[in-house]
């Protein structure tokens, strides 16, 4: 079946016409989503004759995470990363006729795809040693293991049309206003998902103890988040290339970069190259396929952009486009930076500390941000006056009240400054779209530097019955019990608070697997949180209780899903114009 | 004199101006790179050489942990040993243990040595196992 799929995508891309090209297209989405279902129902029926279900399932596991390991095991990951590359392939052959060269481009890719998991990492491998059982990770046994990879899978493959479009659009040499019309929709939904698929990331760490954190600058979080940048800054060009046609080169380079950093960094970190803490399929031998897959896109896309030619100025720029370009380019810088972090590890038997990311970005993410109400504002600076000395009031507030954290002011400064800029927007419905995301960003940034200002947290040794003070509230250690859940043993300690609110930090230990987890216990009120996560000492039975406190954090995760939220509101309300 | 046309003047200063700007960005962000780099060591390295243990500087360090040398100090330490084959180190930390570490296991630990040829660890990562199932 992945043979003939293989087939019918060689046929996509050196086919003559657009009828049989749209056609295989069709088709082999058809029938890649038909071997993933039956990948899906091989891992839900506990199917032993597959190699790759007998080692990754369970007897005991309970079904969703059964379903999972279809996703999170290496092929079966790349074979759902093929058929969404397929399935964004055959929705573009309906949405936008007649464009042979894109679809032949992206079918290239799904034919490199498959002939890399067809000659090294088959899905249906049949089982050689029958007495072989294994079970998925319990560290992956968790909720956010059924949103949370799907999303970045659905976000990453997203670019991968981008990358066609741009391919199709150099080596045709298309005007820009076609190249921004055709891309458009689909930048937006490929950002919008990978903005989710990142945040959920994100919230996923923060609450799992022993990931460092909502944003640990990880090699893995950083090849997400390098991506992402690339798309922003590439969407934030449009309306200044569509207009003016300056800037062509380096847009055009983005287009085609996003997808290539995606699956640059998904061979990196699953090659076992770099070292890190979130776990996933890796694989060293066999993940050189994806370098050689990524060495052949790099060089289409060097091909296409060396052909390209110099797109009329039609226009100079005007203030609001130039302040623009200065933001994108303190983003791309940002995006260097993060880069350089990422690959000196691969070169030189070093480590580099997050401090190191946030230090060298901040100065350029700032700027960054400080000029996107001048942007959207421009020429008219003087609105800006009023809002700007508010912004300045409240970030000067803390030193009234004698806390003296460097990123409180700037913070606090910078999240007004693009909240009340982006209000105004509120009386173009057109504009909606924007002011959501530039609030949600606004949200975020608040939530960043109140979890980095007032972040408090504490270690403490304790036996049932006993007491401490925590940010001014008394914790009672009242008991210890043994429970047993479907496929572990828990270990639970029961806490409460003085005003009654009760934490069930657990330690699961899994015989399947012979690991132990830790689940932490958190209380929510309002927008901030308490976390308790413990673990058992090896002499006298004592806890081991790590405590965090930490304020307003759930506005990182509101300000990310309003961002999201934002990028698919301007996507909808365009294409709806565009119907109506 | 007609060299120096008012337009190539004008992009003579621009190109001044962005070259500036770069050099003064890349010396920025290397002055930060250098303070932030961490240098990752194994027990044998850190045994043989002793002048890689400089005082007051970060390392890592990663080795599989000893069997049997986990265990808790009255202060409510955790010490361990990492042994890489050769040579082992005694690691002292406190805090609580990643979920996927265990004796026997991988792990990389970031810290210092002190005068008393202990290694303090800030922080302790447990090297997960290559293959996404879990391990036996």
Not at chain 2, 9 to 33: D, E, H, K, P, Q
Request: charged share 10%; glycine share 6%; proline share 5%.
């Amino acid at each position: 079946m992945l043979l003939f799929c293989f087939f019918l995508s060689c046929i996509g891309t050196i086919a003559p016409s657009w009828r049989v090209v749209c056609r295989a297209t069709l088709m082999q989405a058809l029938l890649l989503a038909g071997t993933f279902v039956w990948l899906v129902d091989a891992f839900l029926t506990r199917r032993c004759t597959l190699e790759l279900v007998a080692l990754n399932t369970h007897p005991d596991e309970p079904a969703l995470y059964r379903l999972m390991g279809a996703l999170g095991t290496y092929e079966g990951s790349l074979l759902f990363f093929t058929l969404l590359i397929g399935g964004y392939g055959a929705l573009y052959a309906i949405r936008s006729p007649k464009e042979t060269l894109t679809l032949r481009v992206q079918n290239l890719i799904v034919s490199l795809l498959l002939s890399f998991m067809a000659s090294v990492s088959n899905p249906f491998r049949p089982l050689a040693n029958s007495t072989l059982v294994g079970s998925f990770n319990p560290l992956l046994e968790d909720s956010a293991m059924s949103f949370h990879p799907p999303l970045l899978y659905f976000g990453t493959t997203g670019l991968s049309l981008v990358f066609s479009i741009t391919c199709a659009a150099l080596f045709e040499h298309w005007p820009v206003q076609r190249w921004v019309e055709r891309i458009r929709p689909w930048l937006l939904l490929a950002w919008a998902l990978l903005t989710l698929g990142v945040v959920s990331g994100s919230w996923w760490a923060y609450y799992q103890f022993g990931w460092g954190g909502y944003w640990a600058w990880d090699p893995t979080e950083n090849t997400a988040l390098a991506p992402w940048l690339l798309t922003c800054v590439l969407f934030h060009l449009l309306p200044t290339i569509m207009r003016t046609g300056r800037f062509w080169a380096f847009v055009s380079f983005l287009g085609l970069a996003c997808f290539v950093v995606a699956l640059l960094g998904t061979f990196l970190v699953r090659s076992g190259l770099l070292i890190s803490v979130h776990a996933f399929g890796v694989n060293q031998e066999r993940t050189w396929g994806l370098l050689l897959i990524n060495a052949v896109l790099i060089l289409l896309g060097a091909l296409a952009w060396l052909k390209h030619c110099n797109q009329p100025h039609i226009h100079p720029l005007v203030k609001r486009e130039s302040i623009v370009f200065l933001a994108m380019i303190m983003l791309f810088v940002s995006f260097a930076i993060i880069c350089l972090g990422v690959l000196i590890p691969l070169v030189a038997p070093v480590s580099i500390q997050a401090s190191f990311y946030v230090r060298a970005c901040l100065p350029f993410a700032a700027t960054a941000l400080f000029l996107l109400p001048l942007a959207i504002r421009a020429p008219q600076f003087s609105h800006l006056v009023p809002f700007g000395l508010l912004a300045l009031c409240v970030a000067l507030y803390p030193l009234l009240a004698h806390t003296y954290v460097w990123c409180l002011p700037l913070g606090l400064f910078l999240c007004v400054w693009i909240i009340l800029a982006t209000l105004r927007d509120c009386k173009r419905p057109r504009m909606w779209g924007r002011m959501i995301a530039h609030i949600g960003l606004g949200i975020l940034i608040f939530g960043i530097t109140a979890m980095a200002s007032w972040q408090k947290e504490a270690l403490v040794s304790m036996q049932p019955g006993d007491h401490f003070t925590f940010n001014g509230q008394h914790f009672t250690f009242t008991k210890l019990e043994e429970q047993s859940g479907e496929d572990y043993q828990a270990l639970t300690a029961t806490i409460t608070t003085d005003d009654h609110n009760v934490f069930r930090p657990q330690l699961r230990h899994f015989p399947s697997s012979k690991q132990t987890t830790i689940q932490s216990a958190l209380h929510t009120s309002w927008l901030s949180q308490t976390i308790i996560a413990l673990s058992v000492r090896e002499d006298n039975q004592a806890l081991l209780c790590h405590i965090t406190y930490n304020p307003f954090v759930l506005c990182i995760w509101l300000g990310g899903v309003g961002m999201a939220c934002g990028i698919l509101f301007a996507m909808i309300s365009r294409v709806y114009e565009h119907f109506h | 004199m007609s060299i120096f046309t008012r337009k190539r003047r004008r992009r003579l200063w621009i190109l001044l101006a962005v070259a500036l700007a770069f050099s003064a960005c890349m010396f920025f962000i290397l002055c930060t790179l250098r303070d932030s780099i961490v240098f990752y060591r194994t027990p044998s390295e850190l045994v043989g050489n002793p002048q890689l243990n400089i005082p007051h500087k970060s390392i890592r360090v990663g080795a599989l942990v000893a069997h049997g040398s986990l265990h808790s100090l009255p202060d409510g330490r955790i010490s361990f040993q990492l042994d890489d084959g050769a040579h082992h180190i005694t690691v002292r930390y406190r805090g609580l243990l990643p979920s996927l570490f265990a004796e026997g296991r991988g792990a990389v630990v970031e810290g210092r040595f002190h005068q008393d040829h202990i290694f303090y660890a800030t922080t302790v990562l447990a090297k997960h196992d290559a293959n996404y199932r879990a391990p036996k």
